[in-house]
């Protein structure tokens, strides 16, 4: 069964920095896009940034442009989220999915809270 | 970026039919489709419908998704107490090299 594992959520100051990281398993995640979501509490779904099969195309949404930036491990099957300059309105649960023309998988989650 | 629009709510009643919408632009929706999630709170999202409006082994066929222009529609017939979440719609937009998402409708089942 396809599974997705966040981790790597936490607390983090303002103007710091966090990296998230999402492990697949039961699929190699080079086979696809993966994507990053988020939601903020009580809010809506965001889509934040995506990779391609090889890691040799990233996409950002303009809010995080700059500041995130997205990676990939294909040895490990992992997918990266570097987050800097996090800022309040960072706070939210971040998703990791993967996307063969849909949003098809997803993981569990991890919270990430930006407060001093 | 701009997003899609979805209604914040609708309320049908157990055993009735709920059509949920979802509107965009010739460069999202109506270019390449939408897909829907499904949402219980305090649980990650789920795939309902694939943007050809097909869905994914082991959805109900309770749930079916259409489009019409730059108008995607989620029918939800004999309304369950299960069904009670919030349902996204999702695009890619060919303008904004990114995807989006609608801001969500919360169905209440009466």
């Known amino acids: 069964e396809v599974q997705l594992v966040e981790s790597g959520g936490g607390l983090a100051q303002p103007g710091g920095s966090l990296r998230l990281s999402c492990a697949a398993s039961a699929f190699t995640s080079s086979s696809s896009w993966m994507h990053w979501v988020r939601q903020a509490p009580g809010k809506g779904l965001e889509w934040v940034s995506g990779?391609?099969?090889?890691?040799?195309?990233?996409i950002y949404a303009d809010s995080v442009k700059g500041r995130f930036i997205i990676s990939r491990d294909g040895v490990d099957n992992t997918v990266y989220l570097q987050m800097n300059s996090l800022t309040g309105e960072d706070t939210a649960v971040y998703y990791c999915?993967?996307?063969?023309?849909?949003?098809?998988?997803w993981g569990q989650g991890s919270l990430v809270t930006v407060s001093s | 970026q701009a997003g899609l629009t979805q209604p914040p709510s609708v309320s049908e009643g157990l055993r009735q039919t709920a059509t949920l919408a979802c509107t965009g632009d010739?460069?999202?929706?109506?270019?390449?489709?939408a897909t829907w999630l499904q949402q219980h709170r305090g649980h990650p999202p789920k795939l309902l419908t694939y943007?050809?409006?097909s869905r994914p082994s082991g959805i109900s066929e309770r749930f079916s998704a259409s489009r019409s222009g730059n108008t995607a529609s989620l029918t939800i017939s004999g309304l369950q107490p299960e069904d009670e979440a919030d349902y996204y719609c999702?695009?890619?937009?060919?303008?904004?090299?990114?995807?989006?998402f609608g801001g969500g409708t919360t169905l209440t089942v009466l």
């Open positions: 010739g460069n999202n929706v109506g270019d390449q489709g």
């Open positions: 999702s695009a890619w937009d060919r303008s904004l090299h990114a995807w989006v």
């Open positions: 943007r050809n409006d």
């Open positions: 999915a993967r996307e063969l023309g849909s949003f098809d998988y």
């Open positions: 990779i391609d099969r090889d890691g040799s195309q990233t």
